[in-house]
């Protein structure tokens, strides 16, 4: 069966940093690009950081992009996401997926809330 | 970046009701490269559809999808009561990869 556990999400001010880890299991986690989506509350989603499985790409969406790092350790089946300069607009609801460009979001996290305000 | 539009914003139905949701992009969606998601309120989305038409594991055959390029549909043969919940459409064929805006199915 396909995990996918994240944690790391909290209450943060202004300004301040966050780091995310979602650990996998039941599948072959070096294998596969995985990304990190966010939903603002009673909002969409969107796709905020992707990773591709031997980590040679990285993408970040242009509201994050220079603030968050997206990284991965495939000895541990961890895939991480540290989050700096965080903003109120940043509050959301943060979803680790298995999936990317050319793959459908077929596996997702249970999410972990990432509160920014003061 | 392929912007997509969901319609309707909100469809009101009853159970045993067919249910049609829209999906339209701003440009070609490669290679079908097209899901739909389903989520009901506290939970995470769950992949319905994959490549417009594949149903992921699982998922049962009321589910379908069809269409390709700019235009593409979800349909729910008959609706049961565990159906009611929002839909998004994503294209994963061209980064930035994008998300509809939802379709809220509610009961009548």
């Known amino acids: 069966e396909v995990q996918l556990l994240e944690s790391g999400g909290g209450l943060v001010q202004p300004g301040g940093s966050l780091r995310l880890s979602c650990v996998a299991s039941g599948f072959t986690f070096r294998s596969y690009t995985m990304s990190w989506v966010r939903q603002a509350p009673g909002k969409g989603l969107e796709r905020v950081s992707g990773?591709?499985?031997?980590?040679?790409?990285?993408y970040y969406a242009d509201s994050v992009k220079g603030r968050f790092t997206i990284s991965r350790d495939n000895s541990k089946n961890t895939l991480s996401l540290q989050m700096s300069s965080l903003r109120a607009e940043d509050t959301a609801v943060y979803y680790c997926?298995?999936?990317?460009?050319?793959?459908?979001?077929?596996?997702w996290g249970q999410g972990t809330l990432v509160t920014v305000s003061s | 970046e392929i912007v997509l539009t969901q319609s309707p914003g909100t469809l009101c139905l009853s159970p045993g009701e067919r249910a049609t949701l829209s999906c339209r992009a701003s440009q070609s969606v490669g290679s079908g490269y097209l899901g739909w998601y389903q989520q009901k309120p506290g939970q995470a989305p769950r992949l319905l559809i994959y490549g417009a038409s594949s149903r992921a594991t699982g998922i049962p055959d009321r589910f379908s999808g069809s269409g390709s390029g700019t235009d593409f549909t979800l349909t729910i043969s008959r609706l049961e009561p565990e159906d009611f919940a929002v839909y998004y459409c994503q294209q994963y064929g061209s980064s930035p990869l994008t998300f509809g805006g939802g379709t809220k199915v509610e009961i009548k």
């Open positions: 990773i591709t499985s031997s980590s040679g790409s990285t």
């Open positions: 997926v298995k999936g990317g460009t050319g793959a459908p979001f077929d596996y």
